[in-house]
């Protein structure tokens, strides 16, 4: 099995490492998986380009990241993607929260809801044989009427995650951009030290997605 963990491009002046691509190129090797990482973004493709790239690398799975912010752009790879007959799955905040829509808009093969190391390593290995996972909307379960499938699995241990694959969005490779106050030199590499949030602010998804 062989996936590519994608960024499509979108409108932005800040272009930082994807972090969470990164732990999930590295949660996949770390089980045998093999991994490309392709920051549309960062590269500054179009979508066609972008496209072009992934079916390059030959995949048999293509995990794109989405944030509302660049929804539209997703499912516009996604279906660029599907044209070239490789299997897709959409990750992140947005389809967390609307796994049906993201389905029947983009017309993906998968949604993962949730926090993705787990539920897409079992996609990877499992895809194919019709088991259900925890975590993952297929586009059968638009015409079945299937009951909203289990959550993604919270890894309560975060130290049985490895770091993040680095290699793969080697921070020197990405353009230096405007942070206002906050960066004072570059290159830049973020780091996070937990996840999800002991408040509960109504404006954050992060009570809801984790």
């Not at 925890?134 to 049985?160: F, T």
């Not at 942070?179 to 937990?194: I, Q, S």
């Amino acid at each position: 099995m062989k996936v590519a963990l994608v960024r499509p491009r979108y409108k932005t002046h800040i272009i930082n490492p994807p972090l969470g691509i990164a732990y999930l190129a590295a949660y996949l090797k770390s089980h045998q998986v093999e991994v490309v990482v392709i920051d549309g973004l960062r590269d500054a493709l179009s979508p066609e380009d972008l496209a072009g790239r992934i079916a390059a690398h030959r995949p048999d799975l293509v995990g794109i990241s989405c944030l509302t912010a660049y929804y539209y752009e997703t499912a516009r790879l996604c279906a660029l993607v599907k044209e070239r007959g490789i299997a897709t799955v959409i990750g992140g905040v947005h389809p967390t929260f609307l796994p049906y829509s993201t389905l029947r808009e983009t017309g993906a093969d998968f949604v993962v809801c949730g926090e993705g190391e787990r539920a897409l390593l079992a996609l990877a290995q499992n895809g194919k044989s019709g088991v259900r996972i925890p975590g993952v909307y297929r586009r059968g379960d638009l015409q079945s009427d299937a009951d909203p499938v289990e959550r993604a699995q919270i890894v309560e241990n975060l130290d049985e995650l490895p770091f993040p694959d680095w290699g793969e969005i080697s921070p020197g490779s990405y353009p230096i951009a405007p942070h206002g106050a906050v960066v004072k030199a570059f290159p830049v590499g973020a780091l996070a030290t937990t996840r999800g949030c002991v408040n509960e602010c109504t404006f954050c998804a992060s009570p809801g997605f984790y």
